[in-house]
């Protein structure tokens, strides 16, 4: 290993900076969908898995640059650790296509599960399509982009000795950048779609202008990834340099921001339950609360009285006879449901006698004044 110094000590610092960030926000996620909220789904399964590859991406960087990514090809060479540099940097640049296309494809998930209009439904599908596909094909290039694999690490030993016993070949440069820029363009594209798709999704919700808007940024933080990846495509030409480990660290260095930033943002969406939390921390979406009915207090519904005829008193009130003196009016919803609403039926169906609908049960006594 060599010491830290110029660009290895920028990659190894933004790198653990960054997976720091990404682990925590994926940590609070699981808290909050396995403990709190209780409804752990697809979404938060690829973002686990988006976080494990983010690891071996991160843990890849930080030990290149600790072999040498990010300083000079001749003091490296000098050095004996440049072939080791070019595997971790070859390792983690294909574990880093996965790891932002899973949590691409966590965060489309996620959206869907709000999403009812089926022109929403396609562009999310198409999204998770286009991710797939264009994230298989960079993986394959990158991976397979010498033969045999290893020769891509080892073509340095024909530079300190050109009789060394290395074979192999290489794809052409210019194939790999124009890839390059594809992929970066299309995962562009993606991150805007799944960033401005929640704007469309709140539109017609029944808000206020300032919530939609907060409502619409919060779901769109997905899209945040996109400007590293902006920030990256300059950078992709490093590809052909000579120097090749001391120009990409800042294709490195935004690879990795990218990755982080896109989980983290994509786990922030969920956090809003810890907020109740940490303000009542007997909430929680599953738990079951007891309370103890006070003195002379009725339940508001029927469902611990005795199953009788619904018209009657006794049924509203059971602590009442059923010759006692009362008016009782009430007020019954119809039980058609409104198949547009997301919402869980308001209108369940029961068998037996049990009320269909929602029913509103007011009952007062009437008396009259005895004259003394």
């Not at 890849?60 to 540099?85: D, P, V, W």
């Not at 809003?272 to 303000?279: A, G, I, Q, S």
Request: charged content about 15%.
């Amino acid at each position: 290993m060599l010491p830290l110094e110029g660009r290895s000590e920028s990659i190894f610092i933004i790198t653990t900076v960054f997976l720091g960030i990404s682990f925590i926000a994926v940590c609070l996620r699981c808290f909050v969908r396995l403990r709190i909220v209780k409804a752990f789904g697809w979404d938060d399964a690829f973002m686990v898995c988006a976080m494990l590859l983010n690891i071996l991406f991160a843990l890849c960087g930080i030990t290149g640059a600790l072999y040498g990514i990010g300083q000079k090809s001749k003091e490296l060479l000098l050095k004996g650790t440049m072939e080791t540099a070019m595997f971790w940097w070859w390792l983690g640049q294909t574990s880093y296509v996965w790891t932002c296309a899973l949590a691409k494809i966590s965060i489309a998930l996620a959206l869907l599960r709000l999403t009812i209009a089926k022109t929403h439904r396609l562009i999310l599908f198409t999204v998770i399509g286009v991710t797939c596909i264009i994230g298989l094909v960079f993986w394959f290039m990158l991976t397979l982009q010498c033969q045999p694999v290893e020769f891509f690490w080892q073509q340095i030993r024909l530079k300190l000795d050109p009789e060394a016993n290395v074979h192999g070949t290489c794809m052409n440069l210019d194939s790999i950048i124009a890839i390059a820029y594809v992929y970066s363009v299309t995962a562009t594209l993606c991150d805007l779609t799944l960033g401005l798709l929640p704007v469309f999704l709140v539109w017609k919700l029944q808000m206020n202008t300032r919530t939609k808007a907060a409502l619409a940024a919060i779901l769109g933080m997905g899209c945040v990834a996109s400007a590293a990846v902006i920030i990256r495509i300059p950078f992709l030409h490093d590809y052909k340099d000579e120097d090749f480990l001391y120009a990409t660290a800042n294709i490195s260095i935004w690879s990795n921001v990218e990755a982080s930033l896109g989980i983290a943002a994509g786990s922030l969406v969920t956090l809003r339950p810890l907020f109740r939390w940490f303000r009542d921390p007997s909430y929680a979406g599953g738990s079951k609360s007891k309370s103890k009915r006070t003195g002379g207090s009725m339940p508001l519904s029927s469902i611990n009285a005795v199953r009788s005829n619904a018209s009657g008193t006794h049924y509203w009130r059971p602590d009442l006879e059923e010759d006692s003196h009362v008016v009782t009016t009430t007020v019954h919803t119809s039980n058609q449901a409104s198949r547009t609403s997301s919402q869980e039926d308001l209108n369940p169906k029961h068998s037996g006698t049990f009320f269909q609908g929602v029913n509103v049960q007011k009952t007062f006594y009437v008396s009259a004044d005895q004259a003394s």
